[in-house]
C-alpha cells in the first residue's frame, strides 16, 4: 500500500481553483475565514484581486456570491460543509437556488473524516439540505483527478453548483489520463452479477476494496461511482438492481437523505430491489483520529463487505 | 452586486431598502460589516423606520435601536430624512450621492399608512389587504388629499 498515493480533495479543490483561474478570467474565490483550511488561500496567492474573505459569516458570503453570480462573475463560495450548507441554508436556498444563479458552493470538510475537530464540524446532512433544493447540483468526488474535473465541470455548468470535499488525505484510484468526468453520469469501475455497491466520494475506494474482498469469497459485485448525486443517474443505477438484485449505498453522510435516500427513491420508483445503507446511522459523530472514526462507523470495506455478505445471503434464501 | 461593480470597474449604483424589523436579523449586519470593509460607496441601503413590524412595535418586539448610531458605528454615513417630505427625500439622496469610501444608510422616518386615516400607524396594517369598502375609504381619503395638495399650486 505504500506506493498508493494520497491527496485530500479539499487540496485538489485549491490547486483546480489556481490552475483554472487563468483560464477563466470571471472565475472569483469567496471564503470565510477559512481559506488556509479549504485551501483557497492557494487561490488568493495566485489571484489576490479576485479574492474576496467575507469574514466568519456565511450567510452574507452567500449574498455577496449570489450578486456576483447575478452580474456575470462565476463565484466559488467556500467554507466547512457544516457552514456553507447548515447555517447559510436558508441564503442558499432563496438567493441561489431560486433564482438558479451561477453560484459554485466549495464546501470543504464534510463527513465525519473531519476527524479532531468533532461532532460541531463533522457535517453528515449537507447533502440532505442540497439535495431539497430544485436545480441544484451535487457533485461529491472520490479523489483528486475526480475533484479536478469536478471543479472545471462545475465552472462549466450553468447554475447552483455545489461541490463536497473532504479533508482527509484518501488514494488516488482514477487515472488522469484517461478520467472523464460528466456530470449526471456515474461510472461503473468494476461489473458484477450477484450485488452492487453504490459509493460516492471516499467511500468508493472502500467499496472497490469490499469488493476484492466478496470476490474472494465467490460474491461477485459491482460497483458504481456516483459522483454526482443530483442529478442522480438514475439508468445505471435502475440497470444495477435490474441485473444484480440487491443494492448497498455508501456514503460518508447520514444514511437519512443521501445517496443512499437518492437510491432508495430512484429504485423503488423503477425496479424495487432490497437497499442497504452502509453511512452514518442518524447519529453524531466526535472528536477522534479520521481513519479511526471511519472505522468505528463503519465507513470502511471491511463493513461494506461484511453487509454485502449479509444482503447476499438474504436474497438467496 | 455593489462588489461586483467595484470588481469590474462599472459606475452603477445599487439601492437596497431594508425594513426596521429587519434590522434585528444578523446577515443584515454581516453584509453590513462587509460593505464598509471594502469600501462600497457605490452601495445606499434606505431603512424604512416606521417603526411597527408584525408582533407589534420594534421597540417593544426586539429593538434594533439605536438604528443610526448602529450604522455610524458599522462604518457607515448615516442620513436621517422625513419620508413623507419630498424636499427631505431630494436632500437625503443628493448628499448620499457625494459620499465617497463608504457606504450610505438613509434612516427614513415615516408613518406606516400615512395619509389612510384607519390605517396610520396601525400594526394590523404590516401584511394585510383591504377589502373593497376599505380600498374605497382609503383611496377616496387620498383622493381628497391630492386635490387639497393640487390646489395650492
Known amino acids: ?317 | 452586486m455593489a462588489l461586483s461593480a467595484k470588481h469590474r470597474n462599472e459606475n452603477y449604483h445599487v439601492y437596497t431598502i431594508l425594513g426596521d424589523g429587519e434590522l434585528q436579523e444578523g446577515q443584515v449586519w454581516e453584509a453590513a460589516m462587509f460593505a464598509a470593509h471594502y469600501g462600497l460607496d457605490n452601495l445606499t441601503a434606505i431603512v424604512d423606520n416606521n417603526g411597527l413590524q408584525i408582533d407589534g412595535k420594534i421597540t417593544e418586539v426586539c429593538s434594533p435601536e439605536p438604528i443610526t448610531d448602529k450604522f455610524a458605528a458599522f462604518g457607515w454615513h448615516v442620513i436621517t430624512m422625513n419620508a413623507h417630505d419630498f424636499d427631505d427625500i431630494e436632500r437625503a439622496f443628493r448628499e448620499a450621492e457625494r459620499i465617497t469610501g463608504q457606504p450610505v444608510a438613509i434612516i427614513q422616518r415615516s408613518t406606516k399608512g400615512k395619509g389612510v386615516s384607519f390605517m396610520e400607524n396601525q400594526v394590523g396594517w404590516h401584511g394585510t389587504a383591504p377589502n373593497q369598502e376599505q380600498y374605497e375609504q382609503a383611496m377616496a381619503e387620498l383622493t381628497a388629499e391630492l386635490k387639497r395638495l393640487e390646489a395650492l399650486v
Open chain 1, 1 to 317: 500500500m505504500s506506493d498508493v498515493i494520497k491527496k485530500a480533495t479539499r487540496e485538489s479543490y485549491g490547486e483546480a481553483l489556481v490552475a483554472l483561474g487563468e483560464k477563466y478570467e470571471n472565475l472569483v474565490v469567496l471564503d470565510a475565514d477559512l481559506a488556509a483550511a479549504t485551501k483557497t488561500g492557494m487561490f488568493r496567492k495566485a489571484f489576490p484581486d479576485r479574492f474576496y474573505d467575507c469574514g466568519i459569516a456565511e450567510a452574507n458570503m452567500m449574498g455577496v456570491a449570489a450578486g456576483l453570480a447575478a452580474t456575470g462573475m462565476i463565484p466559488f463560495a467556500s467554507s466547512f460543509a457544516m457552514f456553507a450548507a447548515g447555517r447559510a441554508f436558508e441564503i442558499v436556498r432563496n438567493s441561489i437556488g431560486y433564482p438558479h444563479l451561477n453560484v459554485k458552493i466549495g464546501a470543504t470538510h464534510a463527513g465525519i473524516s473531519v476527524g479532531e475537530d468533532g461532532a460541531t464540524h463533522q457535517c453528515c446532512e449537507d447533502i440532505a439540505l442540497m439535495r431539497t433544493i430544485p436545480g441544484m447540483v451535487i457533485l461529491n468526488p472520490a479523489d483528486d483527478v475526480e475533484a479536478k474535473a469536478a471543479v472545471e465541470a462545475a465552472i462549466q455548468y450553468q447554475g447552483p453548483v455545489y461541490c463536497r470535499f473532504g479533508r482527509l488525505a484518501v488514494p488516488i484510484i482514477n487515472d488522469p489520463e484517461t478520467y472523464q468526468f460528466e456530470i449526471g453520469k456515474g461510472i461503473a469501475l468494476r461489473e458484477g452479477t450477484d450485488l452492487t455497491l453504490v459509493a460516492t466520494g471516499l467511500m468508493v475506494n472502500e467499496a472497490l476494496q469490499a469488493a476484492e474482498v466478496l470476490a474472494a469469497e465467490g460474491i461477485s459485485a459491482r460497483v458504481l461511482n456516483i459522483h454526482t448525486i443530483k442529478p442522480l443517474d438514475t439508468e445505471l443505477i435502475a440497470a444495477a438492481a435490474r441485473e444484480t438484485g440487491c443494492l448497498i449505498t455508501c456514503e460518508e453522510h447520514s444514511i437519512i437523505g443521501g445517496l443512499g435516500s437518492a437510491v432508495a427513491e430512484c429504485v423503488a420508483e423503477s425496479c424495487p430491489v432490497p437497499v442497504y445503507r452502509v453511512g452514518v446511522k442518524d447519529t453524531y459523530g466526535y472528536s477522534g483520529p479520521a481513519v479511526a472514526l471511519l472505522k468505528e462507523f463503519g465507513l470502511c470495506a471491511e463493513n461494506i463487505a461484511a453487509v454485502a455478505k449479509d444482503a447476499f445471503s438474504k436474497k438467496n434464501r
